[in-house]
Each structure stands twice: as C-alpha cells, then as structure tokens.
C-alpha cells in the first residue's frame, strides 16, 4: 500500500483510504488489512472524488483534520471516504434534500463520530446555516440546473477564506441540449468571477458528461 | 456594543472583539422547537431575552431573520458568522448530537400520504407483473396435462380458479372432450401436486393484488379526492410516483404532467427535433385517452393534463372537493 494523495493510497492500481472503523463495513466495498490498518477500496465508479484522483487530481485541500461541508451527500458513500481521509479530528456537514437516502447517510453517520447527517436544501443555506460551522472544505455534488450558484452561495457564506472547494459538474442538469465542453467552460467563467481555479479534470470513462473542479478561496 | 447568535445547541453572547459574555443552552426538549423557529428565520425567545438584557448596548445579530426588531441590526457578513460559529460549536461531538436528533425527527415527519401512495402503486406495479409471470409459466406446465383447458381460457384469474375447482375431467367436458380426446399426458397424483400448489399460490397473489387495490383506491380517495376523480386511482398514483411527491406535482404545468412516464421519447426529441415529440406518458393508459381515436389522442391527453394539474393543485392546498365538476367537465369535452 503506497500514500498517493493526501489520505489516498495506492496497491495493485486501485485507490483506498485507511478506515477509522475497523471492523466495519458501509457499501459492501472490499477491504484489505496491512500492518494492523484497514484500507477500504475507494471505487471511481461509485465516487467522484475517487474518479479525479484517478484522473490526476493531486490538492484537494483535504488534510487529516480538515473541517469540511459536503453538499448532495445521498446514501454517503464519498462522505465515509471522506470522513476516513479528514480523520477522528476532521469533521463533515453532511447535508442533502431527499429523506430516503438521509436515512441511509443517518445509519452511516451513527457509526462515524465525524460525520454530521443534515436534511435541507442547499439552495437556501438560510434554513441550515444554525446546524453548521465555518469550514475548510466545500465539497459539491448535485444534479441540479443552477448548481454553480449554489456552490457559490454556500462559499461565500461558510467557507474559509483560503480554504478550498470541490465541485462536479453535471452538465446535463444545466442543460441537455448544449455540448458539455461548452458548459464547462461557462461553469468555469462563472466560477472564476470569486474563486481561483486550482485543478480541473474531466471524468471520462467514470461519469459521462462530468467535470471535477476544485478552486480555492481567494 | 454586543453581537447575539443562535445555532441549534444555544444562543450565545459576544462582546465587539468576540470574547463570550452570555450564553444559554438548549435543553433537549427546546432544541426540535427551537429548530422549527430557527429553519423558518424566526425570532427565539431565548434571543428576545438577550436582547432586552443588552437593550442598553447597541446590538448586532448575526443571521438570518425575516423580521425585523427594533434598534437590532442583523448581519449575515460571512466573516462574522464563521467567527461565531466556529466559537459556539465547542466540539464537533455536540452539534453532531444535536444533528442527528434533529434529522430523525425530521425524516419522521417527512412520511406523508402521497409517500404511500406512491410505494403501493409501485408495489402492485410489481405484483401485476410477477402474476402475469407466474400464470404464464403455469400454463405451460399444465398444459403438458390438459392443453385444451388452457388453450379455451385466456382470463388468467379465470383459468386459475377453475383448475383448481374442477378436475381434468370435468374441464373437459365442458369442451365436449372426453379425456382420451385429449392431447394431454396422464399425470400421477405427485406430479398434479406441484402444479395445483402452483396454482393455490397464484389464486393467492391476485387476493392479495385485489387487497392492495382496494387500499390504494381508498388512500388515493382521503389524500387525493380531486387527483382521483379526475385520473382515478391507479394513475394518479403513478403520476405522483413520477412527480416525486404530490407538491411536486401540484407545482407541475400541464404540459408537463402529460408527458410524465415520456421522459425518454422527451429528450429524444430535444436532442434532435427529427424526432417526434411525444404526446402522452402514463396518461396513455388514461380511459378517456386509450377510447380517443388517433387524431384526437393527443388532444385527449392535454385535456385531462390540465384538469388533473387543477385537481393536484387543490388536492396539495387542501382545498374543497372539486373533483366532480372538474370529472364532467372532462365528459362534455370528450
């Protein structure tokens, strides 16, 4: 097992972090265990993050300890990942909109003392700003037309200046019709008016049409 | 002068270089109540009560509040907030708790009528399937014993309750055959057996599928009077099942509720306009629809789209029971 990334390790050309829960399992993924750690597999398929570091994606702004806010977390699966990579002292605002898979993220986050599960809609941080803190990460997943804004909106209110952000772009939620370099482009320009651009990845052959950006706050 | 915060764990009081002067913790009873207050913006007592403490000082809040209060400013600046925020949380291990607690209750009160609904339809979806599955492989097999039988009934509810009321003998001669008449072999008790437990199992499931009817009928009756009067049960079901949930459909256009279930055909067409756009989705299945002739289909589906756009509307804002008149107004048009 190499370190490749921060909190990402590397054996036999796939991707793992190390479990702060040994013993346990949360999406059926495999696990390997090498001098008393246990790594879990990080599939690229299953998670975004894990497809932008397979494409390259070296800073990500996540660090042992690092405080993060993820919106459009679902069932929770980037989010153990996550809370393996920030650790024991890290934390994450785990937010998404739809019951459903909040009941699945709530069963992840009874598990894992770093994980906060919330149920509101990121769009209006008005309605969940009393349940968070300031963070050092902003980590964006969600399918929906005006996801720029949201990103937006959620950084310039909670995340620390310096700190940095994470957002895949879906372009088919913004618009079917247009081709999708066009769109990341356009995300791009939007993104650019507040934020630095640090690293930009497309996830082909993992996600279709899916762009990982990650900026950082100036 | 004084800066007042709340978050879900308590409200707390700063002074202008943000040293903690005053706080006052939630009890677990006052934090889901509180965090009713707090979601909608709204003013807590606990702050009323800081508020007229510090009166004397020149006060500033920092969040989001819908009213305003006399001599307070309130202040969303991102600096400040993550300030305070980052001061109030003390360790991450209480505002989880509080996070969790608050979660569950409200995942609790997320479960609605419509949600049922939807998990029933879906759930008979399932069931109509698995009997039209299971009868086929039936028939198969009996077949193999008395192929006349099945080849004279194509009800499957039918054909089912027979073979087991009648024997082959008597279902023969119904068809005026005498059972060396027959293509069918001969079967040994032990090899009928497996196919009438077949059989029982099947009779079973379509009691089961006519249980589930009738629920879904009544439940789509008390949630959704109009909505049923206008598409009827099942439909309305899975019109609610597609939209997601019956505000979602409330706060559907027409055009769009009539192409719900032709999502496919949909962005088919919007890629490349060569291709047709459809007309109806699951409201294909719609009486008024299926009886139309082809020119007047579509027709037919943007009539009942916008009755049943009126009908959810009234049906999500709780409003009196229109559903008749809307139903002949559907009738004349027809």
Same mark, same amino acid.
Not at chain 1, 21 to 39: A, M, S
């Given at each position: 097992?190499?370190?490749?990334?921060?909190?990402?390790?590397?054996?036999?050309?796939?991707?793992?972090?190390?479990?702060?829960?040994?013993?346990?399992?949360?999406?059926?993924?495999?696990?390997?265990?090498?001098?008393?750690?246990?790594?879990?597999?990080?599939?690229?398929?299953?998670?975004?993050?894990?497809?932008?570091?397979?494409?390259?994606?070296?800073?990500?702004?996540?660090?042992?300890?690092?405080?993060?806010?993820?919106?459009?977390?679902?069932?929770?699966?980037?989010?153990?990942?996550?809370?393996?990579?920030?650790?024991?002292?890290?934390?994450?605002?785990?937010?998404?909109?739809?019951?459903?898979?909040?009941?699945?993220?709530?069963?992840?986050?009874?598990?894992?003392?770093?994980?906060?599960?919330?149920?509101?809609?990121?769009?209006?941080?008005?309605?969940?700003?009393?349940?968070?803190?300031?963070?050092?990460?902003?980590?964006?997943?969600?399918?929906?037309?005006?996801?720029?804004?949201?990103?937006?909106?959620?950084?310039?209110?909670?995340?620390?200046?310096?700190?940095?952000?994470?957002?895949?772009?879906?372009?088919?939620?913004?618009?079917?019709?247009?081709?999708?370099?066009?769109?990341?482009?356009?995300?791009?320009?939007?993104?650019?008016?507040?934020?630095?651009?640090?690293?930009?990845?497309?996830?082909?052959?993992?996600?279709?049409?899916?762009?990982?950006?990650?900026?950082?706050?100036? | 002068?004084?800066?007042?915060?709340?978050?879900?764990?308590?409200?707390?009081?700063?002074?202008?270089?943000?040293?903690?002067?005053?706080?006052?913790?939630?009890?677990?009873?006052?934090?889901?109540?509180?965090?009713?207050?707090?979601?909608?913006?709204?003013?807590?007592?606990? =702050?009323?009560?800081?508020?007229?403490?510090?009166?004397?000082?020149?006060?500033?809040?920092?969040?989001?509040?819908?009213?305003?209060?006399?001599?307070?400013?309130?202040?969303?600046?991102?600096?400040?907030?993550?300030?305070?925020?980052?001061?109030?949380?003390?360790?991450?291990?209480?505002?989880?708790?509080?996070?969790?607690?608050?979660?569950?209750?409200?995942?609790?009160?997320?479960?609605?009528?419509?949600?049922?609904?939807?998990?029933?339809?879906?759930?008979?979806?399932?069931?109509?399937?698995?009997?039209?599955?299971?009868?086929?492989?039936?028939?198969?097999?009996?077949?193999?014993?008395?192929?006349?039988?099945?080849?004279?009934?194509?009800?499957?509810?039918?054909?089912?309750?027979?073979?087991?009321?009648?024997?082959?003998?008597?279902?023969?001669?119904?068809?005026?055959?005498?059972?060396?008449?027959?293509?069918?072999?001969?079967?040994?008790?032990?090899?009928?057996?497996?196919?009438?437990?077949?059989?029982?199992?099947?009779?079973?499931?379509?009691?089961?599928?006519?249980?589930?009817?009738?629920?879904?009928?009544?439940?789509?009756?008390?949630?959704?009077?109009?909505?049923?009067?206008?598409?009827?049960?099942?439909?309305?079901?899975?019109?609610?099942?597609?939209?997601?949930?019956?505000?979602?459909?409330?706060?559907?256009?027409?055009?769009?509720?009539?192409?719900?279930?032709?999502?496919?055909?949909?962005?088919?067409?919007?890629?490349?306009?060569?291709?047709?756009?459809?007309?109806?989705?699951?409201?294909?299945?719609?009486?008024?629809?299926?009886?139309?002739?082809? =020119?007047?289909?579509?027709?037919?589906?943007?009539?009942?789209?916008?009755?049943?756009?009126?009908?959810?509307?009234?049906?999500?804002?709780?409003?009196?029971?229109?559903?008749?008149?809307?139903?002949?107004?559907?009738?004349?048009?027809?």
């Amino acid at each position: 097992m190499k370190q490749k990334y921060n909190g990402i390790f590397e054996s036999n050309r796939m991707l793992y972090t190390k479990s702060i829960t040994h013993g346990v399992k949360f999406f059926e993924e495999d696990i390997v265990k090498e001098n008393g750690e246990e790594y879990r597999n990080f599939n690229p398929t299953r998670s975004k993050l894990a497809a932008g570091a397979v494409k390259g994606i070296k800073e990500t702004g996540l660090n042992e300890g690092s405080g993060v806010l993820y919106l459009g977390a679902a069932h929770g699966y980037t989010v153990s990942f996550i809370s393996d990579i920030v650790g024991s002292k890290g934390f994450i605002f785990a937010i998404d909109f739809a019951p459903r898979v909040v009941r699945d993220l709530v069963f992840v986050a009874e598990k894992r003392k770093n994980i906060a599960p919330i149920l509101a809609d990121a769009n209006r941080p008005e309605s969940f700003f009393h349940r968070i803190a300031a963070v050092d990460v902003l980590y964006q997943d969600i399918a929906q037309k005006n996801q720029a804004e949201i990103f937006l909106k959620n950084a310039a209110l909670f995340l620390k200046k310096g700190g940095y952000g994470m957002i895949a772009v879906k372009a088919r939620s913004i618009d079917v019709t247009k081709e999708p370099k066009k769109i990341f482009q356009e995300v791009k320009n939007e993104m650019e008016r507040e934020m630095e651009i640090v690293d930009y990845r497309n996830l082909e052959p993992f996600q279709k049409a899916h762009a990982l950006f990650v900026l950082r706050k100036i | 002068m004084k800066y007042i915060y709340s978050n879900c764990l308590g409200s707390f009081v700063f002074d202008e270089e943000f040293r903690p002067l005053d706080k006052r913790m939630f009890s677990k009873e006052e934090l889901l109540k509180n965090e009713n207050s707090l979601e909608k913006n709204e003013w807590l007592d606990s =702050e009323r009560e800081f508020i007229r403490k510090y009166s004397g000082d020149k006060i500033f809040f920092i969040g989001f509040k819908k009213e305003k209060i006399l001599n307070v400013v309130t202040t969303q600046d991102p600096k400040k907030l993550s300030h305070v925020s980052e001061l109030s949380i003390f360790q991450f291990e209480k505002t989880r708790n509080a996070n969790i607690i608050i979660t569950k209750q409200k995942i609790k009160e997320s479960t609605g009528n419509d949600l049922l609904a939807m998990k029933s339809v879906s759930a008979l979806d399932e069931l109509n399937k698995s009997i039209n599955l299971l009868a086929k492989k039936l028939r198969e097999w009996y077949e193999l014993y008395n192929p006349e039988f099945s080849k004279s009934v194509s009800d499957n509810e039918r054909f089912v309750a027979l073979v087991l009321e009648k024997d082959r003998k008597e279902l023969l001669k119904g068809l005026s055959l005498g059972e060396d008449e027959s293509m069918g072999a001969d079967f040994s008790a032990s090899d009928l057996k497996p196919i009438l437990g077949l059989a029982r199992d099947i009779k079973a499931l379509i009691e089961l599928k006519k249980q589930q009817e009738s629920y879904l009928e009544s439940l789509m009756e008390k949630a959704c009077p109009n909505i049923n009067a206008t598409a009827g049960a099942f439909i309305g079901a899975k019109l609610i099942n597609y939209a997601g949930s019956l505000e979602n459909l409330a706060m559907m256009t027409s055009s769009k509720i009539q192409l719900l279930g032709a999502e496919k055909a949909l962005f088919r067409h919007l890629k490349d306009r060569k291709h047709k756009l459809p007309k109806y989705g699951i409201l294909h299945e719609h009486p008024f629809v299926l009886g139309a002739g082809r =020119e007047t289909r579509g027709k037919a589906a943007r009539m009942i789209s916008s009755k049943v756009s009126i009908a959810a509307k009234v049906d999500f804002f709780r409003g009196e029971f229109v559903g008749d008149r809307l139903k002949k107004q559907m009738e004349l048009r027809k």
